[in-house]
């Protein structure tokens, strides 16, 4: 069974800061991973898409990484903002039913 | 931007009371899912559907959960009766192919809170 853990579950940062979250996973055998926003309350917004073939997605001041053999995914983030503060999930889609298996998420909150 | 619209937003039940959630996913999206997601933890699966048919639903407590896709395009999830376990957000997602390499488009969800 796929299990997704994220690291580390808060963080707590000043504005301007570069920062990175991290995702694992304990079945490599993925076909991609996705990383979402969630603002309280509210849905999941992707953010970046890395099928397995890949190494790495940017868009804007965010980049992931993805080292499948490892079962390692990062999410960095450049020059953090107060608007980045969020729940970030990873998901991998992976198994014989491509099943879609979360990780708990990581709490982001960016300070002024 | 096309979304996957879900309605209510919000919805507050008594426990025992039948209710009900909504979603129209993205045009000509085949493949829709249903997840869960209690407060802190990461979203779970309860169904799936591809076009009209259940694909997956064994995560799905079927003495009081049910799910219809009638036409292939939008969705209801119902539970009948509510518990005050089932407190928690209501997601709805869809994807363009299956499997779903080019990933999931989600929903704003229904918060549920049951009293």
């Known amino acids: 069974k796929q299990e997704v853990t994220q690291i580390p579950a808060a963080l707590s940062v000043p504005e301007g800061e570069n920062l990175v979250l991290n995702c694992s996973f304990t079945?490599?055998?993925?076909?991609?991973l996705q990383w979402f926003r969630q603002d309280p309350g509210k849905g999941l917004t992707s953010l970046l898409l890395i099928q397995s073939s890949q190494r790495e997605q940017t868009s804007g001041r965010l980049n992931a990484s993805l080292d499948k053999s490892s079962g390692r995914s990062t999410l960095y983030i450049a020059a953090s903002q107060p608007g980045d503060s969020a729940t970030y999930l990873c998901?991998?889609?992976?198994?014989?039913?491509?099943?879609?298996?979360f990780g708990k998420g990581t709490l982001l909150t960016v300070n002024p | 931007e096309a979304e996957v619209a879900q309605s209510p937003r919000y919805k507050i039940t008594e426990k025992s009371q039948a209710v009900a959630f909504w979603c129209d996913p993205i045009?000509?999206?085949?493949?829709l899912y249903w997840y869960r997601q209690i407060l802190g933890q990461g979203p779970e699966l309860l169904v799936q559907f591809q076009d009209e048919s259940v694909v997956d639903d064994s995560q799905l407590p079927k003495d009081r959960f049910s799910a219809e896709r009638l036409k292939g395009v939008d969705s209801t999830l119902k539970i009948q009766p509510a518990e005050l376990g089932d407190s928690a957000m209501y997601l709805c997602a869809s994807s363009s192919d299956f499997p779903p390499y080019y990933g999931y488009t989600f929903g704003s969800g229904t918060r549920l809170t049951v009293v």
């Open positions: 079945d490599s055998a993925i076909y991609n």
């Open positions: 045009s000509g999206h085949a493949t």
């Open positions: 998901a991998v889609l992976g198994g014989s039913n491509y099943k879609l298996t």
